[in-house]
């Protein structure tokens, strides 16, 4: 059965710091991968989405970015962390455009 | 208009009561729709697909109306531990991306 995995679960990085989530998937070969950021109350944003290796779409221009550097690896940097980076960040793949599954999350805060 | 919307509630409900939720989408050549359960700082958790013909799980029924552009999400028997956020999920035509309406909020009462 598949198995996606993150870390860390919990997160407090002062401004201005760097920034590396990592996440990876078990079970399956070349799914799609999502990186999505919850504000606290809020709806799920996108941030980057994978179809493959290296290849990375970008949503929402900001100080975030992300690599896929091997098949069920996802990874969201930064080089400096903004107070309005603050949020719980998912993780999630799928097949094509089927069912899409969620990491645990990290909750990352900012101070 | 959003692309997925939801009326974040919250729906207040008594145990057994049957309650139903809505979530109307803007693409008409949308194909594909799921249903999530969300618990208050955990992931999404998938509940359902929604397929064109329906689908039903115990006591969830999800149903697809393409002509006025929603989908719904039926719970009979509410129970407490239905109590979460519901959130649906479209997959726009051509892409791989999932649109996330922002959730429904359901409170089921003792």
């Known amino acids: 059965s598949q198995t996606i995995h993150q870390w860390p679960a919990t997160l407090v990085q002062p401004v201005g710091s760097p920034l590396s989530l990592e996440c990876t998937v078990e079970?399956?070969?070349?799914?799609?991968l999502y990186w999505y950021r919850q504000a606290a109350g809020r709806g799920l944003q996108l941030l980057f989405y994978?179809?493959?290796?290296?290849?990375i779409s970008s949503e929402v221009p900001q100080n975030l970015s992300a690599s896929r550097p091997q098949d069920r690896q996802f990874i969201l940097s930064s080089k400096k962390l903004l107070l309005s980076d603050s949020g719980f960040y998912l993780c999630?793949?799928?097949?094509?455009?089927?069912?899409?599954?969620f990491g645990p999350g990290t909750r990352l805060t900012v101070t | 208009r959003k692309e997925v919307e939801q009326d974040p509630g919250p729906f207040n409900v008594p145990e057994g009561a049957t309650v139903a939720f809505n979530c109307t989408y803007s693409?008409?050549?949308?194909?594909?729709f799921f249903w999530y359960r969300q618990d208050c700082r955990k992931e999404p958790k998938l509940l359902m697909s929604?397929?064109?013909s329906g689908n039903e799980d115990g006591r969830f029924t999800a149903q697809l109306n393409r002509a006025s552009q929603y989908i719904s999400l039926l719970i009979r028997d509410s129970k407490l531990s239905d109590s979460a956020t519901y959130l649906c999920?479209?997959?726009?035509?051509?892409?791989?991306?999932?649109?996330f309406g922002t959730g429904t909020r359901l409170k089921v009462l003792a």
């Open positions: 999630a793949w799928s097949v094509l455009a089927g069912e899409q599954y």
């Open positions: 079970g399956t070969s070349n799914p799609n």
């Open positions: 994978s179809v493959g290796i290296g290849q």
């Open positions: 693409n008409s050549a949308s194909q594909s």
């Open positions: 929604v397929y064109s």
């Open positions: 999920a479209v997959n726009p035509p051509g892409t791989y991306k999932y649109i």
